[in-house]
């Protein structure tokens, strides 16, 4: 039997030094000798910041922050695999094994299969963290990892969400789907 790849989701924050080295290393090693092993959950970066900010300014709904959220996660993912080319683009859930047992580490890319979904809250309760574990949970991966730029302190999934260092409905859906979540620094090696 064919172990589930882990799902890697990688914050949007390491896409904020092209120059510091830390996403570089994560995607080749996940390219290169971990290729197969993984499927790549890109966070929003700017993309999602720009929409943050565009929401507090222009005050649309959070329907419409959730769904254009999904997409900076897209763009950041298409970005990920055009800087690095062994990484292949993914909108289709299915494939996402396929293409692991065929020694590709996919980057999927969600709003294809979540832009009008209510399998998950649609209000920033949910970023990035909650999608992988939702995703892990729908390809049954046990397990999912969450790659930070931010100091992690120790603590449970609860506590690191109050601190914001994982977003609110994290505890909930990983509880739920009995999804082993661990985090990890960039600076870590993989």
Known sequence: MTRAPVVIKLGGSLLSDPH???LQRWCERLAGEASGSAVIVPGGGAYADAVRDAQTHWRFSEDAAHRMAL???DQCGLMLCDLFPALLACDDIDALADHCAAGRTPVWLPSRHLDLSTDLPRDWTVTSDSIA????????SPRVLLV????LPDGDLAALAAQGIVDPHLPQIATRANIEVRLAHADSPF
């Open 20 to 22: 510091d080295g830390r």
């Open 133 to 140: 574990v939702w995703l892990a949970a729908r390809i049954g």
């Open 71 to 73: 997409r900076a996660m």
């Open 148 to 151: 930070k730029s931010c100091a």
